[in-house]
């Protein structure tokens, strides 16, 4: 978490009076991390750029760390009941 709060104090276009990173909660399924800053542009197209950098970035500093970050994972559970085939076969 070091290494986001550098980048964020280090970035030009990060404002620096309102970002944080905390380790803010252990849920159930996850370690969950916020990362929270205001980007000093008023354009649209701008702040996705800066945003893209700033997450590449973060990916970057969580390799150099030794680690990864995993991705969202969802289950789905698909049940035939016999009633249901039935009517499709009719």
């Not at 000093?40 to 997450?55: G, Q, Y």
């Not at 789905?76 to 499709?88: D, G, K, P, V, W």
């Amino acid at each position: 978490m070091d290494g986001v709060r550098d980048l964020f104090s280090s970035h030009e276009r990060v404002l620096q009076d309102n970002h944080r990173v905390r380790f803010k909660e252990i849920a159930d399924d996850a370690l969950l991390v916020e990362v929270y800053a205001y980007l000093d542009t008023k354009e649209w197209a701008i702040f996705l750029e800066l945003a893209e950098e700033l997450n590449m970035r973060i990916l970057d500093i969580v390799s150099q760390a030794g680690t990864t970050l995993s991705p969202p994972a969802r289950t789905l559970f698909i049940e035939q009941t016999n009633s249901a085939r039935t009517a499709a076969i009719e």
